[in-house]
């Protein structure tokens, strides 16, 4: 079955950077990509997601790259906040199964 | 989301209990998951049901159990064979067709006593 690896583990930031986290994945048959936030003992959001046939795609100051070829994904943060202080888990999907597997999660710190 | 709901929000389980997580959504989806999420851990799949009547494990099924009469209910049995239920248990649903994200409820947090 598909293996979805998530880095890093934890991540610090000063607020105003950047922050990028990045997933791979083993099975090139997935083609949708999400990407979920959660904060302390809530439910996860979806805050971005990628289909395969995109390479990129921005909702203001959240961005997410694919490249198929080398089977990873990468999300990023511009101008961090404290409230984007949270845990995000990427994951993927092969459609016609709809079944979901996800990362291990990075937790994002940003400190003011 | 408000259109998936999950009950109740604590559980306690005693030794040789089995307890029942409730998930219900108004969402008219198809596709209804059950994962859980232990401390610092990402999210394993228990069980997931792509239609009514049908369902089929995940990648830690043993000692669950799941059924799916209804599109709008999926609840889930921790039976008394989970060793180790304490956990963070999050019920999700989805469109089932295409290429459409997961909808959480805000999870059941199940500890044993």
């Known amino acids: 079955g598909e293996n979805v690896e998530q880095h890093p583990s934890t991540l610090s930031v000063q607020e105003g950077d950047s922050a990028v986290i990045k997933c791979t994945y083993s099975?090139?048959?997935?083609?949708?990509f999400p990407w979920y936030k959660q904060e302390l003992g809530k439910r996860p959001q979806l805050i971005i997601d990628i289909r395969s046939n995109v390479g990129e795609k921005k909702d203001q100051r959240i961005a997410v790259t694919l490249n198929k070829t080398a089977k990873h994904f990468s999300l990023h943060i511009t101008e961090t906040q404290p409230e984007d202080s949270a845990v995000y888990f990427c994951a993927a999907s092969i459609t016609t199964f709809n079944k979901f597997y996800f990362g291990s999660g990075t937790k994002l710190n940003v400190k003011p | 989301d408000g259109g998936i709901t999950q009950s109740p929000k604590y559980l306690f389980r005693k030794e040789g209990q089995n307890v029942t997580l409730s998930c219900e959504q108004n969402?008219?989806?198809?596709?209804m998951y059950w994962y859980r999420q232990d401390p610092g851990q990402g999210l394993r799949l228990i069980y997931y049901?792509?239609?009514?009547?049908?369902?089929q494990k995940g990648d830690i099924a043993e000692g669950y159990s799941v059924s799916r009469e209804k599109k709008e209910s999926f609840p889930l049995t921790v039976t008394s064979a989970q060793k180790n239920p304490t956990a963070f248990y999050l019920c999700?649903?989805?469109?089932?067709?295409?290429?459409?994200?997961?909808?959480f409820g805000d999870g059941t947090r199940l500890s044993i006593l």
């Open positions: 999700a649903s989805s469109v089932g067709q295409g290429a459409q994200p997961q909808h």
């Open positions: 099975d090139s048959a997935s083609n949708y």
């Open positions: 969402l008219n989806h198809d596709a």
């Open positions: 049901s792509q239609i009514v009547n049908d369902f």
